[in-house]
């Protein structure tokens, strides 16, 4: 199974920016997705997942309302549209896949057992 996130860059403040992650080696719709982030100096942290039956996402509190996750089958693609950035959206990004969650994807970063290589993104002030 590979991931690869991409998209992430320097954008400022009040800025969008849109990540892709393309996966391959596994039926990619049987397979909830989730997106994660980490800063320097913190833990890895939940930012969003989408389940593979339904569709149905789920969000941390901190990007709720401006963020949003959304895939496409026919591509093998998840994404996460980020409006509204703000400094401390800054952090290296990555896309994980996860075998549970037909109806309600994952938060926790356990029942993720594939990951990307992660995305930077920078948000200026």
């Known amino acids: 199974v590979q991931l690869q996130a991409f998209g992430g860059g320097l954008v400022q403040a009040g800025g969008s920016l849109r990540l892709s992650c393309a996966a391959s080696?596994?039926?990619?719709?049987?397979?909830?997705m989730g997106w994660f982030r980490q800063a320097p100096g913190k833990e890895r942290e939940f930012v969003g997942s989408?389940?593979?039956?339904?569709?149905?996402?789920s969000y941390a509190d901190s990007v709720k309302g401006r963020f949003t996750i959304s895939r496409d089958n026919a591509k093998n693609m998840v994404y996460l549209q980020m409006n509204s950035l703000k400094p401390e959206d800054t952090a290296v990004y990555y896309c994980?896949?996860?075998?549970?969650?037909?109806?309600?994807?994952?938060?926790?970063?356990?029942?993720?057992?594939?990951w990307g290589q992660g995305t930077q993104v920078t948000v200026s002030s």
């Open positions: 994980a896949t996860s075998p549970s969650g037909s109806w309600v994807a994952p938060r926790r970063s356990q029942d993720y057992d594939y």
């Open positions: 989408i389940s593979w039956s339904v569709s149905s996402t």
């Open positions: 080696g596994r039926t990619f719709s049987r397979y909830s």
